[in-house]
């Protein structure tokens, strides 16, 4: 066959007209029954072999393909009577109301048609939409009760839901609709939005049916050797019956009465035949009660023809599993099942170089790992090497030039991917190991960016198939080139949870270990570096904690920057800070600071940031594997569990907290009375009753700040006392998980409970429980929760934390499809515009849209979170501190 | 009323007639038809105070978060 090229200029949609659909139709569909007893189709049913084949072997009665060859071809039914398509009602609903129930002339005089035939052609000129003008002339057609052309007395046509039109209590046949379509004149058709070659009013009134071909609604042979026809068959089937009793019916001259339930019943088939979810009809359902997929469901929403099978679909070469962790893999690798690698293959073609090689794979076979499960010949014709019986034959007749289809061995690229995709790292490429049992495993440093964790989460693996993709994921889309996200210009990747709380550990302030500890920390974690100098004590040799994260740092990185766990003090004490926040790095040495979230944590890592920028994304990945191989391994080792005693405060605290409590509900009482006799003063802008909630929910919420800040305040000074802090703690500061307000929650007081925004209002009239007086505004009444999780909440604190909680998880759920929709709203939008290599941003059709990317044609991944420069970084990196901080911080306003 | 003159609001960007030759060395730059340009209407209150015509190509230069300043190109279309 050959192959003409042709460029498609343009796509245009019309109405078959009944001439057409006799003329497309290969066969006039007959009889409702579809095989004989010998099973063989039935000519004129609506399996008849003319239109087309769908069992393999057998050759089309119309164009002589077998299957695959032919396309199939179409046939009609003649209908009894006419019929109105359900796709069109709406159109002729608003046409039938806007012409002459005598002549056929829209309802307006000639004048004014003529000056919309003008709009209309002005619009089609300026490349403008016309359907506005036509709505517009439908609806002012509307309204005259006397035609001006004619002068007949025009009736109030009412449409009844789905398909009847009824005029002055007198139903309008289908017959009667077409009748009056027809008599609408060429011209009138035009102004109406009919573009008269490929589309005429009446045309939206069936008279015939096409019948789609057989290729279109295939039947299965069950394993019983029973047929199952499609649904669309099933359908067909229905049609074609009544229309077969409605014929003999009228050639009989059976009553009216009969005639018309008939009738009816054939408009119900055609109508579920296009869309079976119409409003107002009952579906057409199975034998088993399933509603029928008719034509409309066929191609509608998520599992549709469009979503489902063109936009979208399903591929080979690919694998999914459960994800688990490894934490002593390197961040570009994934961990691949053996099952999977022996599932999955990569062609490599034969060489001089690598033939023995693959001759061996081959002589391996699908189920010796590291083997092969198919050879292509040139031709491209492949042979399986499961099916075959002698491998031996084979590896003969391999050659320069064939290809093998080997296993997934070590390093091979793969793309590993988590939906839902919303962003460019949720397909990332890794490099295949191979292992044991039956999860992917990944790195947890990228976690964040799949937004994976291994509650049960599945992923996607595909094997890359060429060397041109091969070459461009590895280039392109490798985890280590991902480390920095186009959406803020900082890291994505970077450590998490335990990350954090042992790089905490490893470099605070008096973290040392024997050499000894040292060493085998150092062997474990791969770091093959030269040792600095050791600190004596006692006579024995320490490293500190500081000294051994410096060995995996650049030798000539300077980087000065205040850590996670900085408290923000008015003066900061730089490198003199008590809790050693002000971060250091000289010449690749930590000098001072902590390393936390701010180090290499994911979204917020600044050590991390400047290794990418400076170094490189080697480099960066270089210092990833080992930083966090390092700080697990410290943290296994000094060991980091927490409990419910982290959260303990003295009961000195608990006093002090107890009668903040009660100042806040005096307060609040206060608010009340002074409200009831009217003194309350009103904010600016505000009812009464706005104010007073404000000030009562001011005053609960300074409470309960005040008395986290209490609750902290202990926690903290513990640690201090005892020299020791508090794991929890630790994870709040550092970063690493949960925040302060979860631990003053557990230890001094949860808060108020709110419902839209409000406190909580809503229950019976005029409270929220029935334990409380009607119109009780006090904080207990309304949904404040005084006690803290760790003493627990009385039952109506409970109820009302239930009902915080309720809306939280309705709003992510309504959240989730909401954003869902938006972003594939946005995609269809934006899939096809590109940065052109001049900077300009065009579509496909070379429209442009931005002069520049983004106005500074910055790829906002190598920016410095946004910025194309940070002088003050640059700065302070190479001077340290000899310039004041605070006056450049000044000058470009921080970030 | 007062008329008031919108250009002179500080949220209305610069926007400037480009001459023929000046508008052709754009296109020729951009290697486009003046049909790949964005378009302006030439009922927007600023092209009307302008007092140009349909295909004038139009230079806007705006304040840019991040660049500083942004110049655009648009071609006066009709409604
Ligand atoms: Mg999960
Ligand atoms: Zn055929
Ligand atoms: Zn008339
Ligand atoms: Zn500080």
């Given at each position: 066959m050959r192959i003409i090229p042709k460029k498609i200029e343009g796509v245009k949609f019309g109405l078959l007209s009944p001439d057409n659909i006799r003329k497309i139709s290969e066969v006039r569909v007959i009889t409702a029954d579809t095989y004989d007893e010998d099973g063989y189709p039935i000519e004129g049913g609506l399996m008849d072999p003319r239109l087309g084949?769908?069992?393999?072997g057998l050759k089309c009665k119309?164009?002589?393909?077998r299957v695959g060859e032919c396309p199939g071809h179409f046939g009609r039914i003649e209908l009894a009577r006419s019929v109105i398509h359900v796709g069109y009602v709406k159109q002729i609903n608003k046409i039938i109301r806007a012409c002459c129930r005598k002549c056929g002339r829209i309802l307006l005089p000639d004048v004014e048609i003529e000056e919309y035939r003008t709009q209309i052609k002005k619009a089609k000129r300026v490349g403008k939409s016309e359907l506005p003008i036509i709505e517009e002339l439908l609806k002012s057609a509307k309204?005259?009760?006397?035609?001006?052309?004619?002068g007949e007395e025009q009736a109030d046509i009412k449409f009844e839901k789905p398909t009847s039109f009824v005029e002055d209590r007198n139903r309008l046949s289908p017959t009667d609709v077409r009748e009056r379509l027809e008599r609408i004149k060429n011209e009138d058709a035009e102004v109406l939005g009919f573009d008269l070659e490929v589309a005429r009013p009446e045309w939206m009134v069936l008279t015939v049916l096409p019948v789609p071909p057989v290729t279109v609604r295939p039947s299965i042979t069950l394993e019983s050797g029973e047929r199952s026809e499609d649904d669309l068959t099933h359908k067909l089937v229905d049609i074609l019956r009544i229309n077969q009793r409605l014929l003999e019916n009228i050639e009989a001259g059976a009553p009216q009465l009969i005639i018309e339930d008939l009738w009816e019943l054939l408009q119900y088939h055609i109508t579920t035949y296009f869309n079976n979810e119409v409003a107002g009809v009952p579906p057409a359902r199975h034998r088993s009660g399933r509603p029928l997929k008719t034509l409309t469901q066929r191609l509608k929403g998520k599992e549709g023809r469009f979503r489902s099978n063109l936009s979208g679909k399903r591929v080979n070469f690919s694998a999914r599993t459960v994800v688990s962790p490894d934490?002593?893999?390197?961040?570009?690798e994934v961990g691949v099942p053996m099952l999977i690698a022996k599932e999955l293959t990569v062609p490599v073609r034969v060489t001089h170089n690598n033939i023995e090689y693959l001759k061996q794979i081959v002589k391996n076979g699908p189920d010796k790992y590291p083997g092969a499960n198919y050879v292509e010949r040139p031709d491209g014709n492949r042979v399986s090497l499961g099916k075959v019986k002698k491998i031996e034959e084979v590896l003969e007749r391999i050659e320069v030039g064939w290809k093998v289809h080997r296993h997934l061995i070590d390093g091979d690229v793969v793309m590993f991917n988590r939906q839902p995709s919303l962003h460019r790292m949720s397909i990332m490429a890794h490099e295949v190991k191979v292992m044991p049992y039956k999860t992917f495993r990944l790195n947890l440093c990228v976690c964040p960016p799949y937004n994976?964790?291994?509650?049960?989460d599945e992923m996607n693996l595909h094997a890359i198939q060429g060397e041109e993709a091969r070459a461009e994921a590895r280039v392109l889309m490798r985890v280590q080139e991902q480390i920095l996200s186009p959406r803020f210009g900082g890291p994505i990747i970077g450590g998490i949870h335990d990350h954090i709380s042992g790089a905490y550990l490893l470099t605070k302030k008096d973290t040392k270990f024997t050499e000894d500890e040292a060493f085998q920390i150092l062997f474990i974690s791969g770091i093959d570096e030269p040792l600095p100098e050791p600190i004596l004590e006692n006579g024995r040799r320490y490293y500190t904690g500081k000294q051994l994260f410096s060995l995996i740092l650049p030798k000539d990185l300077n980087l000065v920057y205040q850590a996670k766990i900085c408290k923000k003090h008015k003066v900061c004490k730089k490198e003199a800070c008590e809790s050693d926040a002000y971060v250091v790095i000289r010449n690749g040495q930590l000098l001072s600071g902590v390393m936390d979230e701010k180090s290499f944590g994911a979204f917020a890592g600044e050590l991390l940031d400047r290794i990418v920028k400076d170094y490189g994304t080697d480099e960066a990945r270089k210092f990833l594997d080992r930083a966090t191989k390092l700080v697990i391994e410290v943290i296994s080792r000094k060991g980091f569990s927490v409990g419910i005693d982290d959260e303990d405060i003295p009961k000195e605290a608990s006093e002090r907290i107890e009668e903040i409590m009660d100042r806040a509900e005096a307060k609040v009482q206060e608010l009340i009375t002074a409200y009831n006799e009217g003194i309350l003063e009103r904010l600016p802008g505000r009812t009464i009753e706005e104010t007073l909630e404000m000030r009562i929910m001011q005053t609960l919420s300074e409470a309960r700040d005040k008395t986290g800040t209490i609750a902290n305040e202990y926690l903290e000074q513990e640690s201090y006392i005892k020299g020791k802090d508090n794991n929890s703690r630790i994870m709040a500061v550092s970063g690493a998980r949960g925040s302060l307000l979860n631990l003053t929650q557990m230890s001094a007081c949860v808060g108020q409970q709110a419902v839209r925004g409000e406190r909580i209002m809503r229950g019976y009239s005029e409270r929220t429980l029935p334990h409380f007086k009607r119109g009780d505004r006090g904080s207990k009444a309304k949904g404040f929760v005084k006690a803290c999780y760790k003493k627990g909440l009385d039952p109506l604190e409970y109820f009302f934390h239930a009902m915080g909680g309720r809306e939280g998880l309705v709003d992510t759920a309504v959240r989730t499809s909401q954003s869902g929709y938006m972003q594939r709203r946005l995609i269809n939008a934006l899939q096809d515009l590109k940065v052109e290599y001049d900077g300009t941003v065009r579509d496909t059709r070379g429209v442009i849209v931005e002069f520049k990317h983004g106005e500074d044609g910055a790829d906002p991944a190598r920016t410095d979170w946004g910025r194309i420069v940070n002088t003050r970084k640059i700065i302070k990196s190479i001077v340290?501190?000899?310039?004041?901080d605070e006056s450049i911080q000044d000058r470009d306003g921080g970030r | 009323m007062a008329r008031i003159d919108i250009t002179k609001h500080e949220l209305v960007p610069k926007h400037e007639v480009l001459s023929e030759e000046e508008a052709n060395k754009i296109l020729e730059k951009l290697n486009i038809t003046k049909g790949q340009l964005p378009k302006i209407l030439i009922t927007d209150p600023v092209v009307k105070k302008l007092k140009t015509d349909v295909g004038a190509v139009i230079k806007i230069s705006r304040t840019s978060r991040t660049a500083g300043t942004s110049t655009f190109y648009r071609v006066v279309v009709a409604e």
């Amino acid at each position: 066959m050959r192959i003409i090229p042709k460029k498609i200029e343009g796509v245009k949609f019309g109405l078959l007209s009944p001439d057409n659909i006799r003329k497309i139709s290969e066969v006039r569909v007959i009889t409702a029954d579809t095989y004989d007893e010998d099973g063989y189709p039935i000519e004129g049913g609506l399996m008849d072999p003319r239109l087309g084949v769908v069992d393999p072997g057998l050759k089309c009665k119309t164009c002589g393909g077998r299957v695959g060859e032919c396309p199939g071809h179409f046939g009609r039914i003649e209908l009894a009577r006419s019929v109105i398509h359900v796709g069109y009602v709406k159109q002729i609903n608003k046409i039938i109301r806007a012409c002459c129930r005598k002549c056929g002339r829209i309802l307006l005089p000639d004048v004014e048609i003529e000056e919309y035939r003008t709009q209309i052609k002005k619009a089609k000129r300026v490349g403008k939409s016309e359907l506005p003008i036509i709505e517009e002339l439908l609806k002012s057609a509307k309204t005259p009760k006397e035609c001006p052309h004619c002068g007949e007395e025009q009736a109030d046509i009412k449409f009844e839901k789905p398909t009847s039109f009824v005029e002055d209590r007198n139903r309008l046949s289908p017959t009667d609709v077409r009748e009056r379509l027809e008599r609408i004149k060429n011209e009138d058709a035009e102004v109406l939005g009919f573009d008269l070659e490929v589309a005429r009013p009446e045309w939206m009134v069936l008279t015939v049916l096409p019948v789609p071909p057989v290729t279109v609604r295939p039947s299965i042979t069950l394993e019983s050797g029973e047929r199952s026809e499609d649904d669309l068959t099933h359908k067909l089937v229905d049609i074609l019956r009544i229309n077969q009793r409605l014929l003999e019916n009228i050639e009989a001259g059976a009553p009216q009465l009969i005639i018309e339930d008939l009738w009816e019943l054939l408009q119900y088939h055609i109508t579920t035949y296009f869309n079976n979810e119409v409003a107002g009809v009952p579906p057409a359902r199975h034998r088993s009660g399933r509603p029928l997929k008719t034509l409309t469901q066929r191609l509608k929403g998520k599992e549709g023809r469009f979503r489902s099978n063109l936009s979208g679909k399903r591929v080979n070469f690919s694998a999914r599993t459960v994800v688990s962790p490894d934490p002593n893999m390197s961040i570009n690798e994934v961990g691949v099942p053996m099952l999977i690698a022996k599932e999955l293959t990569v062609p490599v073609r034969v060489t001089h170089n690598n033939i023995e090689y693959l001759k061996q794979i081959v002589k391996n076979g699908p189920d010796k790992y590291p083997g092969a499960n198919y050879v292509e010949r040139p031709d491209g014709n492949r042979v399986s090497l499961g099916k075959v019986k002698k491998i031996e034959e084979v590896l003969e007749r391999i050659e320069v030039g064939w290809k093998v289809h080997r296993h997934l061995i070590d390093g091979d690229v793969v793309m590993f991917n988590r939906q839902p995709s919303l962003h460019r790292m949720s397909i990332m490429a890794h490099e295949v190991k191979v292992m044991p049992y039956k999860t992917f495993r990944l790195n947890l440093c990228v976690c964040p960016p799949y937004n994976a964790d291994f509650d049960g989460d599945e992923m996607n693996l595909h094997a890359i198939q060429g060397e041109e993709a091969r070459a461009e994921a590895r280039v392109l889309m490798r985890v280590q080139e991902q480390i920095l996200s186009p959406r803020f210009g900082g890291p994505i990747i970077g450590g998490i949870h335990d990350h954090i709380s042992g790089a905490y550990l490893l470099t605070k302030k008096d973290t040392k270990f024997t050499e000894d500890e040292a060493f085998q920390i150092l062997f474990i974690s791969g770091i093959d570096e030269p040792l600095p100098e050791p600190i004596l004590e006692n006579g024995r040799r320490y490293y500190t904690g500081k000294q051994l994260f410096s060995l995996i740092l650049p030798k000539d990185l300077n980087l000065v920057y205040q850590a996670k766990i900085c408290k923000k003090h008015k003066v900061c004490k730089k490198e003199a800070c008590e809790s050693d926040a002000y971060v250091v790095i000289r010449n690749g040495q930590l000098l001072s600071g902590v390393m936390d979230e701010k180090s290499f944590g994911a979204f917020a890592g600044e050590l991390l940031d400047r290794i990418v920028k400076d170094y490189g994304t080697d480099e960066a990945r270089k210092f990833l594997d080992r930083a966090t191989k390092l700080v697990i391994e410290v943290i296994s080792r000094k060991g980091f569990s927490v409990g419910i005693d982290d959260e303990d405060i003295p009961k000195e605290a608990s006093e002090r907290i107890e009668e903040i409590m009660d100042r806040a509900e005096a307060k609040v009482q206060e608010l009340i009375t002074a409200y009831n006799e009217g003194i309350l003063e009103r904010l600016p802008g505000r009812t009464i009753e706005e104010t007073l909630e404000m000030r009562i929910m001011q005053t609960l919420s300074e409470a309960r700040d005040k008395t986290g800040t209490i609750a902290n305040e202990y926690l903290e000074q513990e640690s201090y006392i005892k020299g020791k802090d508090n794991n929890s703690r630790i994870m709040a500061v550092s970063g690493a998980r949960g925040s302060l307000l979860n631990l003053t929650q557990m230890s001094a007081c949860v808060g108020q409970q709110a419902v839209r925004g409000e406190r909580i209002m809503r229950g019976y009239s005029e409270r929220t429980l029935p334990h409380f007086k009607r119109g009780d505004r006090g904080s207990k009444a309304k949904g404040f929760v005084k006690a803290c999780y760790k003493k627990g909440l009385d039952p109506l604190e409970y109820f009302f934390h239930a009902m915080g909680g309720r809306e939280g998880l309705v709003d992510t759920a309504v959240r989730t499809s909401q954003s869902g929709y938006m972003q594939r709203r946005l995609i269809n939008a934006l899939q096809d515009l590109k940065v052109e290599y001049d900077g300009t941003v065009r579509d496909t059709r070379g429209v442009i849209v931005e002069f520049k990317h983004g106005e500074d044609g910055a790829d906002p991944a190598r920016t410095d979170w946004g910025r194309i420069v940070n002088t003050r970084k640059i700065i302070k990196s190479i001077v340290h501190e000899s310039i004041k901080d605070e006056s450049i911080q000044d000058r470009d306003g921080g970030r | 009323m007062a008329r008031i003159d919108i250009t002179k609001h500080e949220l209305v960007p610069k926007h400037e007639v480009l001459s023929e030759e000046e508008a052709n060395k754009i296109l020729e730059k951009l290697n486009i038809t003046k049909g790949q340009l964005p378009k302006i209407l030439i009922t927007d209150p600023v092209v009307k105070k302008l007092k140009t015509d349909v295909g004038a190509v139009i230079k806007i230069s705006r304040t840019s978060r991040t660049a500083g300043t942004s110049t655009f190109y648009r071609v006066v279309v009709a409604e």
